[in-house]
């Protein structure tokens, strides 16, 4: 997997693992923990999705 340069700065380099969100009918994003299934949390700042987290279909 390629790097960001420079090392150690804090952010993120690709995804987050075993997480995955999915759009609620009322258009928020709910993050789920993909080992349990279980929802985690749910974005009602805005209606834009997790940012690194993979959508699901």
């Not at 987050?16 to 349990?36: E, M, P």
Request: without cysteine; hydrophobic residues 20%; charged residues 30%.
């Amino acid at each position: 997997m390629a790097t960001n340069p420079p090392k150690g700065d804090g952010h993120r380099n690709g995804s987050v693992r075993s997480r995955s969100q999915t759009q609620t009918s009322s258009g928020h994003y709910v993050k789920r923990n993909a080992d349990t299934g279980r929802f985690m949390d749910v974005k009602t700042s805005d209606k834009s999705p997790f940012k690194g987290v993979r959508k699901e279909k």
